[in-house]
């Protein structure tokens, strides 16, 4: 039964882990999903697990939507050929950046208003550290902030058939304006990236003995270092503008730190210091909480865990059973010892019932 609310058919062109996870996601609805990709391996990978029929070229269709999943590079081009080859259908990319196309786009002399009013910019923001089709899942945009770019000439028809999309994804839509959109992913998204990169550099010349130390900190700073560069060169080409400024307060605070650093004991030194701890505390303090709620302090009850089968699992049963709801959970490795240290968040009126539960069941908690 199609539970869907597009009529479909869709075509998906760009058949990597967003393109074909949105034909998975639906197929998974009932809808016709057709797929196109100038790979021919990336288009049979998506056709093999079940994202789609491959668009053999000869037979016409009439898609009620097109979704162009491609690299930014490319993007606004592929949008530009699907308007003028499927006069009668909506367009949508899922670029993450949104700007940029839309200026290609108003450039391009074949496009007139028409043609432009069935065009919405979207971005969903979801992904994994995997890419390509095999990486897709049906499933990957469910619960996931979707943004609904329209611009000033998109019509109702167009912006309800790109919302519909969302929807049928299981997606959390959000309305933002171009720009505004691509000043936002450029602090959440882009900025990361690039400090996370840079950060990453700097380990091309440390000694193993020295990376022998690391913990879960210079991992989780370095995490998204290993994304894929050539995606990441394109966007920050195509997000220039928003990121640039946020670069540039980044390195007037690593010049303060460093002239301060440089002479630790001149008046106001340590103050200065403080200050720019204190900001980045504060800063933290203001990032959402566990399902976009307003930020709360959870507890940590930090627990000793056997690096064998089964004692994670054993332990998240025993938290279960005892009736106390798990926020969030961290795991780090000791260095050189079988054991993994295991971070559990809960409310901070829980901690201690939760202590004495583990404690009473042998678990080793460190307090």
């Not at 097109?66 to 949008?79: E, M, Q, R």
């Not at 945009?141 to 309800?160: D, L, N, Q, Y």
């Not at 064998?308 to 699992?313: L, N, Y």
Request: glycine letters at 10%; one cysteine or more; aromatic letters at 2%.
């Amino acid at each position: 039964m199609n539970t869907s609310h597009l009529a479909g058919p869709v075509l998906v062109i760009g058949t990597g882990l967003l393109g074909t996870s949105v034909g998975l996601g639906l197929r998974a609805k009932g809808v016709h999903v057709y797929l196109d990709d100038i790979s021919p391996t990336a288009l049979g990978v998506a056709r093999d697990i079940g994202a789609g029929t491959v668009l053999d070229g000869h037979t016409p269709i009439a898609p009620e939507l097109v979704v162009i999943g491609a690299p930014p590079d490319v993007t606004a081009h592929l949008v530009a050929e699907a308007l003028l080859a499927y006069p009668n259908a909506i367009v949508v990319d899922i670029a993450s950046v949104k700007g940029s196309i839309l200026r290609a786009l108003h450039a391009d002399d074949r496009l007139d208003a028409n043609a432009l009013s069935r065009y919405v910019g979207t971005h969903p923001m979801a992904g994994r550290e995997k890419s390509g089709p095999a990486a897709a899942r049906g499933a990957l945009f469910t619960s996931m902030p979707w943004v609904i770019c329209r611009h000033e000439g998109s019509a109702a028809r167009a912006v309800k058939t790109a919302e519909s999309l969302a929807i049928d994804l299981g997606a959390v839509m959000h309305r933002m304006a171009v720009d505004e959109h691509d000043a936002a992913v450029a602090l959440i998204s882009h900025f990361p990236q690039a400090a996370s990169s840079m950060i990453a550099s700097r380990l091309l010349t440390a000694d193993a003995h020295q990376l022998g130390l690391a913990g879960n900190g210079l991992r989780d700073t370095t995490r998204i270092a290993a994304s894929d560069a050539k995606l990441w060169i394109q966007i920050f080409a195509h997000n220039a503008p928003a990121l640039i400024p946020i670069l540039t307060g980044m390195k007037e605070d690593l010049d303060r730190l460093i002239n301060t650093l440089d002479n630790p004991d001149a008046p106001g030194a340590l103050l200065d210091l403080s200050q720019l701890m204190t900001e980045g505390n504060a800063g933290h303090a203001r990032i959402p909480g566990k399902h976009g709620a307003p930020p709360q302090a959870f507890a940590q009850v930090t627990v000793v865990v056997d690096d064998k089968p089964g004692q994670i699992a054993k332990l998240l049963a025993e938290i279960g059973e005892a009736g106390i709801n798990l926020e969030d959970l961290r795991m780090e490795h000791s260095a050189g010892h079988q054991v993994g240290l295991v971070d559990v968040a809960v409310v901070p009126g829980r901690r201690d019932e939760l202590i004495d539960v583990l404690t009473g069941n042998g678990w080793k908690v460190v307090q």
